[in-house]
T-cell receptor
Framework: QKEVEQDPGPLSVPEGAIVSLNCTYS??????FMWYRQYSRKGPELLMY????GNKEDGRFTAQVDKSSKYISLFIRDSQPSDSATYLC????????????FGKGTLLTVNP | NAGVMQNPRHLVRRRGQEARLRCSPM?????VYWYRQLPEEGLKFMVY????????ESGMPKERFSAEFPKEGPSILRIQQVVRGDSAAYFC???????????????FGDGTRLSIL
């Protein structure tokens, strides 16, 4: 079983839709959870950074962490064509907390 | 641009040659990480360095790969005697610190895409 599982998609939605992206994980030592956005031929750009369980909102983006289920989500409201990218979830623990473990990424296309 | 700078953006090498990838961290950041992204794979941790120290190289292949972060200048990821399987995107990230707690996210550069002929 991989430490982090992420549906690669692709996911295609119309402009204005609510997008839900998810990851599951198996390592209960993970404490910090991140979502990165990666445009084609570019580096990952940090979108959301959360610690432990709960919700965090930033503009049109909401990150949710459910540690009991080992499940994290990213919601994008009022999706825009500029949101078209690959979304990567990443996690790290406390001990060697510098090592990020990534999902493979979900390719999202928002159609105008 | 105060972000993480990587160069070159693209690097083509023939089998057996050496590849040197450079990374300048964000201003004020003293912690550097290298990750590799193989086609159809997620990013994989390779090595974590502070100035003049390798802290964790557990993700680096045991042979042909080395990394450094000198007191002056950028961090260097060096691959000797490259093989076709080394073709990948190599990303560098930096952070303010990597302590046992606190909010210290890693910020990434745009990567070096290495192609082996």
């Amino acid at each position: 079983q991989k430490e982090v599982e992420q549906d690669p998609g692709p996911l295609s939605v119309p402009e204005g839709a609510i997008v839900s992206l998810n990851c599951t994980y198996s390592n209960s030592a993970f404490q910090y959870f991140m979502w990165y956005r990666q445009y084609s031929r570019k580096g990952p750009e940090l979108l959301m950074y959360t610690y432990s369980s709960g919700n965090k909102e930033d503009g049109r983006f909401t990150a949710q962490v459910d540690k009991s289920s080992k499940y994290i989500s990213l919601f994008i409201r009022d999706s825009q064509p500029s949101d078209s990218a690959t979304y990567l979830c990443a996690m790290k623990g406390l001990g060697s907390n510098y090592k990020l473990t990534f999902g493979k990424g979900t390719l999202l296309t928002v159609n105008p | 641009n105060a972000g993480v700078m990587q160069n070159p953006r693209h690097l083509v090498r023939r089998r057996g040659q050496e590849a040197r990838l450079r990374c300048s961290p964000m201003k004020g950041h003293s912690h550097v990480y290298w990750y590799r992204q193989l086609p159809e794979e997620g990013l994989k941790f390779m090595v974590y360095l502070q100035k003049e120290n390798i802290i964790d190289e557990s993700g680096m292949p045991k042979e042909r790969f080395s990394a450094e972060f000198p007191k002056e200048g950028p961090s260097i990821l060096r691959i000797q005697q490259v093989v076709r399987g080394d073709s990948a995107a190599y990303f560098c990230a930096s952070s303010l610190s990597a302590g046992t707690g606190g909010d210290q996210p890693q910020h990434f550069g745009d990567g070096t895409r290495l192609s082996i002929l």
